[in-house]
């Protein structure tokens, strides 16, 4: 029951899930590591703030970001004079899928910051290098595996957005229908087989994320392993 | 030299500590949690201190009145942390190389060499023994050639067998590379064994310096019950139907425990002090394999025992007395004295087994580091002077 929108559906969603990791980890990346090193106020507000997304329902949150990049509004009118278009847009789609998705990339990639040692940094302060030629050689190396796990586990949760999708970007075909959307299209129309086949790709995409973050993490347990408490 | 004069404080605790490195190997003594790695930090560039100064070789590191602070790397100060801290994603190799500067300084190669490190070069460190992953930090340090090496308590965390093994090497770094070292420790053992003269740290203030067995006296009791001699040497003689082997040290010539050790073996040998006896006249009619003619160099008294440092053969042994017994025989300083032990006394460590095919460099480069309880080199050479007999080994009872 593979149809031309199925494929249109899924290399939309496709597009759109490596766009929103992609901004997630731009952003996701030095706020993770912040949270790991600095514990402050500050740091517990913004942790919060960027963390309600995984606990308010998801029409909630697209709500929200339709109040506040609709081109009717203060920000949206600015972007959109920009040419940066989100509402009922793929845009949109990759913005929603992102919010949605940050706190599950920051509580991963947070933690791993937090597993590479502050003293193993200061053991390289001492060998001779500079703070930047710390971070890119030890602390990110030393991070990465738990990085690519965020990344994966955030593509996973992106590639199923439902419902902040639907307020901000809707369902248009070809250019905001994604996988999720057309599923209940589908259904909608009683063309049942069709959304099974987009669900079995749904299911086989979440399978593989969670599969490769696994073995990320076991291979990073593995190489920290008896390192006491070095 | 080091010089520093400065206050730190780190919540409600405060260090005052003033001094100067006068000598290339220091020991810093002191209970745990006294300080000791906070100046240690203080130093290296990793914490700030709250006011004061520290200058290397002229070089002002911090100075709070100019509001000057060097950062870590630009110090050059090797650090070997008391858990080794090695980099859990790189290899043996690649952590040897990470800090390397253009400066002169012991090669890559040479450290290979001196530390063993052949065989663990593209391992991990999390296939590492502790043991091998503390030689491999010690090597780490100095490969980035530094100009003073702080040692944090480094063999801390490992076992007795591991400990004894490393002390030689870590012996090297003074007598091959003349690189002066900080050795922070609470085990008087090692500092007497690695520094002429020791910082000790006590109730928030660093004070100093002491010659290390001087430290016997000011230190709590268990570390105290613990002191152990340790002397390196040569397996020269296997003897199994006597029971014991011949390890040569300095030219003496020791009975020890065969231990598994075989001819040509790098060994070094540690006696505990409270298993020396001393007797005014030759003992002839003791078990004891071995009796060393000596000279009481030092005694005094702490905590119910007495501490006497004796002069055999080139080399100091301390020994722990009972009050009772010092007062009986009359133990003066200067006193000649007969230094027995047993050879089961002695635990015996091979350092590096005799290489097969093609002898390798480090017994001989052992030999170069042998010595026990070093002594300031002023009183060295009076000494010297003074004890020709002793020092020919003439009067040693198993050179017949």
Same mark, same amino acid.
């Given at each position: 029951?593979?149809?031309?929108?199925?494929?249109?559906?899924?290399?939309?969603?496709?597009?759109? *899930?490596?766009?929103?990791? $992609?901004?997630?980890? &731009?952003?996701?990346?030095?706020?993770? !590591?912040?949270?790991?090193?600095?514990?402050? $106020?500050?740091?517990?507000?913004?942790?919060? &703030?960027?963390?309600?997304?995984?606990?308010?329902?998801?029409?909630?949150?697209?709500?929200?970001?339709?109040?506040?990049?609709?081109?009717?509004?203060?920000?949206? %009118?600015?972007?959109?004079?920009?040419?940066? %278009?989100?509402?009922?847009?793929?845009?949109?789609?990759?913005?929603?899928?992102?919010?949605?998705?940050?706190?599950?990339? $920051?509580?991963?990639?947070?933690?791993? !910051?937090? %597993?590479?040692?502050?003293?193993?940094?200061?053991?390289?302060?001492v060998?001779?290098?500079?703070?930047?030629?710390?971070?890119?050689?030890?602390?990110?190396?030393?991070?990465?595996?738990?990085?690519?796990?965020?990344?994966?586990?955030?593509?996973?949760?992106? !590639?199923?957005?439902?419902?902040?999708?639907?307020?901000?970007?809707?369902?248009?075909?070809? +250019?905001?229908?994604?996988?999720?959307?057309?599923?209940? *299209?589908?259904?909608?129309?009683?063309?049942?087989?069709?959304?099974?086949?987009?669900?079995?790709?749904?299911?086989?995409?979440?399978?593989?994320?969670?599969?490769?973050? +696994?073995?990320?993490?076991?291979?990073?347990?593995?190489?920290?392993?008896?390192?006491?408490?070095? | 030299m080091l010089e520093f004069d400065f206050i730190t404080?780190?919540?409600?605790?405060?260090l005052t500590a003033r001094g100067s490195q006068a000598e290339p190997a220091i020991g810093l003594f002191g209970?745990?949690?006294?300080g000791k790695t906070t100046f240690l930090n203080c130093l290296a560039g990793l914490l700030r201190p709250r006011c004061g100064f520290i200058s290397l070789d002229g070089e002002v590191f911090f100075d709070s009145s100019k509001r000057r602070c060097i950062p870590p790397?630009h110090r050059a100060i090797g650090y070997?942390?008391?858990?080794?801290?090695?980099?859990?994603?790189?290899?043996?190799?690649?952590?040897?190389?990470?800090?390397?500067?253009? =400066?002169?300084?012991?090669?890559?190669?040479?450290?290979?060499?001196?530390?063993?490190?052949?065989?663990?070069?593209?391992?991990?460190?999390?296939?590492?023994?502790?043991?091998?992953?503390?030689?491999?930090?010690?090597?780490?340090?100095?490969?980035?050639?530094p100009r003073l090496l702080l040692l944090d308590?480094?063999?801390?965390?490992?076992?007795?067998?591991?400990?004894?093994?490393?002390?030689?090497?870590?012996?090297?770094?003074r007598?091959?590379?003349r690189i002066p070292f900080i050795y922070v420790?609470?085990?008087?053992?090692?500092?007497?064994?690695?520094a002429r003269a020791a910082w000790c740290i006590?109730?928030g203030t660093l004070s100093g310096l002491f010659?290390?067995?001087?430290?016997?006296?000011?230190?709590?009791?268990?570390?105290?019950?613990?002191?152990?001699?340790?002397?390196?040497?040569?397996?020269?003689?296997?003897?199994?139907?006597?029971?014991?082997?011949?390890?040569?040290?300095?030219?003496?010539?020791?009975?020890?425990?065969?231990?598994?050790?075989?001819?040509?073996?790098?060994?070094?040998?540690?006696?505990?002090?409270?298993?020396?006896?001393?007797?005014?006249?030759?003992?002839?009619?003791?078990?004891?394999?071995? =009796?060393?003619?000596?000279?009481?160099?030092?005694?005094?008294?702490?905590?119910?025992?007495?501490?006497?440092?004796?002069?055999?053969?080139?080399?100091?042994?301390?020994?722990?007395?009972?009050?009772?017994?010092?007062?009986?025989?009359?133990?003066?300083?200067?006193?000649?004295?007969?230094?027995?032990?047993?050879?089961?006394?002695?635990?015996?460590?091979?350092?590096?087994?005799?290489?097969?095919?093609?002898?390798?460099?480090?017994?001989?480069?052992?030999?170069?580091?042998?010595?026990?309880?070093?002594?300031l080199?002023?009183?060295?050479?009076?000494?010297?002077?003074?004890?020709?007999?002793?020092?020919?080994?003439?009067?040693?009872?198993? =050179?017949?």
């Amino acid at each position: 029951m593979w149809s031309h929108a199925s494929a249109e559906a899924l290399k939309l969603s496709l597009r759109v *899930s490596i766009a929103a990791t $992609l901004l997630m980890a &731009l952003i996701g990346i030095p706020v993770a !590591f912040w949270l790991a090193r600095r514990r402050s $106020l500050l740091s517990r507000i913004v942790e919060c &703030l960027v963390s309600l997304p995984l606990v308010i329902p998801p029409v909630v949150t697209g709500h929200l970001l339709l109040v506040v990049l609709s081109p009717n509004r203060f920000l949206g %009118r600015r972007l959109d004079r920009l040419g940066l %278009r989100f509402a009922l847009d793929w845009k949109g789609a990759v913005t929603a899928a992102a919010v949605v998705a940050f706190p599950i990339f $920051l509580v991963i990639a947070r933690t791993a !910051f937090q %597993r590479c040692d502050s003293r193993l940094e200061d053991a390289a302060r001492v060998l001779n290098s500079s703070r930047a030629r710390v971070l890119f050689t030890i602390t990110i190396p030393i991070a990465l595996p738990g990085l690519l796990a965020a990344a994966a586990v955030a593509f996973a949760r992106a !590639f199923g957005e439902f419902g902040a999708t639907m307020m901000l970007a809707g369902n248009i075909p070809g +250019q905001t229908r994604t996988i999720p959307q057309a599923i209940y *299209s589908e259904l909608l129309a009683g063309r049942e087989g069709s959304a099974w086949s987009l669900t079995s790709v749904s299911i086989a995409v979440g399978v593989a994320a969670m599969a490769a973050s +696994q073995m990320l993490i076991r291979r990073d347990s593995r190489q920290i392993g008896v390192a006491p408490n070095a | 030299m080091l010089e520093f004069d400065f206050i730190t404080a780190l919540g409600s605790f405060q260090l005052t500590a003033r001094g100067s490195q006068a000598e290339p190997a220091i020991g810093l003594f002191g209970p745990t949690a006294s300080g000791k790695t906070t100046f240690l930090n203080c130093l290296a560039g990793l914490l700030r201190p709250r006011c004061g100064f520290i200058s290397l070789d002229g070089e002002v590191f911090f100075d709070s009145s100019k509001r000057r602070c060097i950062p870590p790397d630009h110090r050059a100060i090797g650090y070997v942390f008391q858990h080794d801290r090695l980099f859990p994603h790189m290899t043996v190799e690649h952590n040897m190389r990470y800090g390397r500067r253009r =400066a002169p300084g012991p090669s890559i190669d040479e450290l290979i060499e001196v530390f063993d490190l052949k065989p663990l070069l593209q391992r991990h460190p999390n296939r590492l023994s502790g043991g091998e992953r503390q030689r491999v930090a010690v090597a780490r340090a100095l490969a980035a050639a530094p100009r003073l090496l702080l040692l944090d308590e480094p063999l801390a965390s490992l076992d007795e067998a591991s400990r004894i093994r490393i002390l030689p090497y870590l012996a090297q770094v003074r007598e091959k590379w003349r690189i002066p070292f900080i050795y922070v420790s609470h085990s008087l053992t090692e500092i007497s064994f690695l520094a002429r003269a020791a910082w000790c740290i006590a109730d928030g203030t660093l004070s100093g310096l002491f010659r290390p067995e001087e430290l016997l006296f000011a230190s709590a009791p268990d570390s105290l019950e613990s002191f152990r001699n340790i002397i390196s040497g040569d397996i020269e003689e296997v003897r199994p139907e006597c029971g014991y082997c011949v390890a040569n040290c300095r030219g003496r010539r020791l009975r020890v425990r065969l231990d598994g050790v075989s001819v040509g073996d790098a060994v070094t040998l540690s006696l505990p002090a409270k298993d020396i006896l001393l007797s005014l006249a030759s003992p002839s009619t003791l078990s004891a394999r071995n =009796a060393l003619r000596g000279r009481i160099l030092r005694l005094s008294e702490s905590r119910n025992i007495v501490w006497a440092v004796v002069r055999a053969a080139a080399a100091d042994l301390v020994v722990q007395l009972t009050i009772d017994a010092a007062r009986e025989l009359r133990l003066r300083p200067g006193l000649p004295v007969y230094v027995v032990f047993k050879s089961h006394s002695v635990t015996v460590t091979t350092t590096k087994p005799q290489a097969t095919g093609s002898q390798s460099q480090i017994p001989s480069l052992l030999h170069a580091s042998k010595r026990i309880l070093p002594e300031l080199p002023t009183e060295r050479h009076r000494l010297q002077a003074k004890l020709p007999e002793a020092l020919s080994g003439r009067a040693e009872r198993d =050179a017949i």
